[in-house]
């Protein structure tokens, strides 16, 4: 549903004046003064769209009422990916961590649920709900307001207090992974120190699946500038260990698949912890990353001319020593987790508590 996105009128219906005083009702629990509300923009709407937006929302104050205070949350995952555990993934331990500040415990189900959560793999969130619904966002992708009552994304806006910027490498920090990982998991004591840099000066890798024409153009311009790049992957060689395959390498790219603020992936995150120097082109906060850690380029980058002479700085800026800077700031991640779990916190004490 998201290969292409346009909106149409009427499909952020929630980021209006009278949606955003309904929520503000619902979240005071003031539920009949919410549904008397409701009823009346129900009524008084032209449009089929509408219609069906403020009905759902009368079916979600209507369950929301119904809600038992003291049982468990119940919980439902729709339209992740293939593979994606209900039972046992970082979203899940999120929410639990931040219900268990409330003293609440939380219920994955099927049907029934209290709280729905959706991601973009599916069209389930076509049907008609009564529970209130999240929509998480692992790519560069804008949510449907009118679908969704909060989203979970990369955006950085909060686009009227509906989105929570969570990007994917806070998920992936130790207290919120799985039991069962396929993938390096973050700790903030490593990623706030700095990490010994390895590998010939003129090594260069790349590991992805997604060969897309800027990542061959990087390729490109490095071979041309007298290093040596390797590029592996499922569309070359696979390799089963990213870090442990870093390990030789002085540089790696870390190239997101496109670029918009806040947009930031593993990718830098992984670069880094493999001993390598990341260039890296993504949406990253410019005040909470140190960029000594890394070469950054831009959308405005002319890559020609800019990579070699970055290459150089970085190569000269070494002086004999083998450390590379630490990649964040001390403290950043904590004041990330922090932020995330105040904002989650509050959302689930207004509905459920």
Request: hydrophobic residues 35%; charged residues 20%; neutral net charge.
């Amino acid at each position: 549903m998201f290969q292409r996105q346009w909106f149409k009128p009427n499909s952020q219906v929630a980021l209006c004046e009278p949606a955003l005083h309904v929520e503000h009702l619902v979240r005071c629990k003031t539920y009949s003064t919410a549904l008397k509300f409701l009823v009346n923009l129900y009524h008084e709407a032209k449009d089929q769209d509408l219609k069906d937006y403020w009905h759902r929302q009368i079916k979600r104050v209507e369950h929301l009422m119904l809600h038992i205070r003291d049982q468990p949350i119940r919980i439902s995952f729709n339209d992740f990916w293939s593979g994606f555990n209900v039972h046992d993934n970082s979203l899940l331990n999120l929410l639990r961590h931040c219900c268990s500040l409330l003293g609440r415990q939380i219920e994955v189900v099927s049907t029934g649920a209290d709280l729905e959560l959706f991601s973009c793999f599916g069209n389930s969130c076509l049907q008609p709900p009564c529970a209130t619904r999240i929509l998480y966002l692992g790519e560069n992708v804008r949510p449907n307001f009118s679908i969704f009552d909060y989203a979970l994304s990369f955006d950085i806006q909060s686009y009227c207090h509906r989105n929570l910027y969570l990007p994917i490498w806070i998920l992936r920090l130790g207290q919120f992974a799985p039991r069962i990982v396929d993938y390096p998991i973050l700790k903030e004591s490593e990623l706030e120190k700095p990490i010994n840099v390895k590998g010939d000066p003129k090594s260069v890798i790349y590991i992805g699946n997604n060969h897309t024409p800027l990542r061959t153009e990087l390729v490109y311009c490095l071979r041309n500038s007298g290093y040596a790049v390797d590029c592996v992957g499922s569309q070359t060689q696979q390799v089963s260990d990213k870090l442990e395959a870093m390990c030789n390498y002085r540089f790696s790219i870390a190239i997101e698949n496109s670029y918009h603020p806040g947009y930031v992936t593993e990718k830098l995150f992984d670069s880094f912890l493999g001993g390598t120097i990341p260039i890296y082109y993504g949406g990253i906060p410019s005040k909470a990353f140190n960029r000594e850690s890394f070469i950054d380029l831009n959308p405005y980058s002319d890559l020609h001319n800019i990579l070699p002479y970055e290459m150089s700085r970085v190569a000269e800026s070494f002086h004999g020593s083998s450390y590379n800077s630490p990649l964040v700031r001390k403290g950043f991640i904590s004041e990330q987790t922090t932020r995330i779990t105040s904002w989650l916190t509050k959302l689930i004490y207004d509905l459920f508590c």
